[in-house]
């Protein structure tokens, strides 16, 4: 079964405007990981952000914040001011108290960000 | 600077051919991952190890294996390449001494199964 969601396939935005990704996560552990990575065009993934499961502190690292709400099973992430290079797909992955550091990825969100 | 390395980057072969993928990390990392790109399925799990002599099947091991005989390198091996596996290929690496888990990718191989 999917553990993780993200419902998005593609979402196509213009520079400057705010780009917002969704990820829902199944999950029955108390202690688990969600992470965000970047895959750009070139095509090597790149580690956002991570966070633990006690920490639904919400944050804002220059132009990306994330949210995350455990009664929702959400981990959503914002683009603040989109920029071109920002266009890539994203992917959320959740790591799970009793698999010790295995990553089970959504199917990634295409992002497009045109001038 | 530490780094992941995959080669080769790109790869043409026939059906029914082993083939062998390099990934060598020098972050020191105990974990090391492989996992196969697909349109539409993300990334999937097809083998894992949590250090030297240690091996484990993930999501999508059938047909592929790997071996750890130090901390720097996993390689992956197709037993008999068939054309379902024809994807991307990355491996990826973790520090569970940290206790942090996020994963570090190598750059990707294509390969292309004839």
């Known amino acids: 079964a999917q553990k993780v969601t993200q419902a998005q396939t593609e979402i196509s935005v213009v520079e400057k405007e705010d780009v917002t990704l969704d990820c829902v996560y199944e999950?029955?552990?108390?202690?688990?990981?969600l992470f965000w990575y970047k895959q750009p065009p070139s095509g090597e993934l790149v580690f956002l952000i991570r966070r633990n499961s006690f920490d639904e502190q919400n944050e804002i690292s220059g132009r990306y914040s994330w949210n995350f709400q455990k009664s929702t099973s959400s981990f959503n992430f914002t683009i603040t001011a989109s920029q071109v290079v920002d266009s890539a797909v994203y992917f959320c992955a959740l790591s799970e108290g009793d698999s010790w550091g295995k990553l089970q990825f959504g199917a990634g969100t295409q992002v497009v960000v045109t001038p | 600077d530490a780094e992941i390395t995959q080669s080769p980057r790109h790869k043409i072969t026939e059906t029914g051919r082993q083939v062998t993928l390099a990934c060598h990390q020098t972050?020191?990392?105990?974990?090391m991952f492989w996992y196969r790109q697909d349109l539409g399925h993300g990334l999937r799990l097809i083998h894992y190890s949590y250090g030297v002599q240690d091996t484990n099947k993930g999501e999508v091991s059938d047909g592929y294996s790997v071996s750890r005989s130090n901390t720097e390198d996993l390689p992956l091996t197709l037993e008999s390449a068939a054309s379902s596996q024809t994807s991307v290929y990355f491996c990826?690496?973790?520090?569970?001494?940290?206790?942090?888990?996020?994963?570090?990718f190598g750059p990707g191989t294509r390969l292309t199964v004839t």
């Open positions: 999950t029955r552990d108390t202690t688990y990981y």
């Open positions: 990826a690496s973790s520090d569970s001494a940290r206790g942090t888990y996020e994963q570090y």
């Open positions: 972050w020191n990392h105990n974990n």
